[in-house]
């Protein structure tokens, strides 16, 4: 848990100084992409991989299609990790290998994909149960193109027999026999084929383990890490060797920014599925493994001083999802110095800032935030202001900004 009076772990003050500088006569709200931070991002990324895995740019934590298109570009990537429908299909107009997340029950997409070819064999659905299967039967029925699907494996860690499930919840395909059967459902199943096999460990790749505060927190969720590694790599080789004796693969896809050298380095593992680490959001100040640079800023203004020792900023409450904690709320970036009131964080209308920095903060100057997350800073601005040195070269539209809205 980040503190809530924190100050801001990253950029330095030489490149915060360029940033607001070529940002400075913009009226906020406004969010700002360092183009140099995001391509040095980009390259690290497919670096730490270490030529064992390729990165599939989860683009939902992007949103941008500028942006996700100029990751993709880079050294190291092939294909998109999609979270809807709508938008692999959207998305599969400019890349040819595009792979949907999580299932979907989108009616009208599911037509529009089984009556396109070309789309049909750009774009992967996820698959965890024959329920889904026979969902996609009913809304487009047979016959129609061959629908490339991929198994969604549970990459929990549960113990106790089950009565401990540590991990997100997302399919109930666990164990080799349950995918080896759901596989060879897809083999005999008209209208399907399958091609691949993907797993998340949030618990791994979503996690920090160097969390701030209580130490024994640290060490207990550094040691669950490490069992749920273990056991998870000897499951994965498991459940790729029981699939592939049913269907030939052609991609097994796993883990996140947090876990690439961990995850590239099991042998079954071909692809892995990242994106947060392009921007660097704050919940990404905590891994000991690495850090990538901040990238994506939001920027508000000083609108009123209700004290010689307080600024207070318009807005600033941009909240990410997940369990409410002050882990969830914006880093304050700049000036350095800056914390918040913890009786108030930040808020949707206000937020008072305090601080050594807050006293010499004027009516109208710029305040910077990071968000906790990624791609959801792009649901609040219609376009990113991308700087590159010390000036504006571009400004891209975010999905909000083309309207799309695929969540």
Known sequence: MRRAASAVTGPDEGRMVQLSGATEHLDPPFAVVD??????????????AAGLATVR?????VRSRELIGRA???????????????????????????????????????KRLASDERAAARVTLMIDSIGQLDFVDEVVGVPRPDLRVCIDLDASLELAGGRVHLGPYRSPV??????????????????????????????????????????LRRAAIRAMQRVSAGELADRRAAVVAAVEAVAPLEFVNGGGTGSVEQTAAEDVITEIGAGSGLYGPGLFDFYRRFRPRPAAYFVMSVVRRPSPRIATVLGGGWIASGPPGLDRQPTLTWPHGLRTNPREGTGEVQTPVLGAAAHGLRLGDHVWFRHAKA????????????????????EVATYRGEGHAFL
């Not at 740019?57 to 934590?61: G, H």
């Not at 083999?187 to 091609?195: A, H, Q, S």
């Not at 791609?375 to 571009?394: M, P, Q």
Request: with cysteine.
């Open 35 to 48: 183009l140099d931070a995001f391509d040095a991002n980009a390259t690290e990324l497919a670096h730490r």
């Open 57 to 61: 740019l989860a683009s939902k934590s």
């Open 72 to 110: 993709a570009r880079h050294e190291g990537y092939r294909g998109i990790l999609a979270f809807t429908l709508p938008e692999a299909l959207w998305l599969a107009e400019d890349h040819e290998d595009v792979v949907i997340g999580y299932p979907t029950t989108d009616r009208t997409a599911l």
């Open 174 to 215: 666990h164990s080799p026999r349950q995918a080896a059967a759901l596989a060879r459902v897809i083999r005999e199943r008209p209208g399907f084929r399958l091609v691949g096999l993907m797993s998340y460990e949030g618990q791994i790749a979503g996690l920090g383990d160097n969390q701030p505060g209580s130490l």
């Open 375 to 394: 791609g959801e800073l792009c649901e609040r601005v219609n376009t990113l202001h991308l700087v590159s040195g010390a000036e504006i070269v571009d």
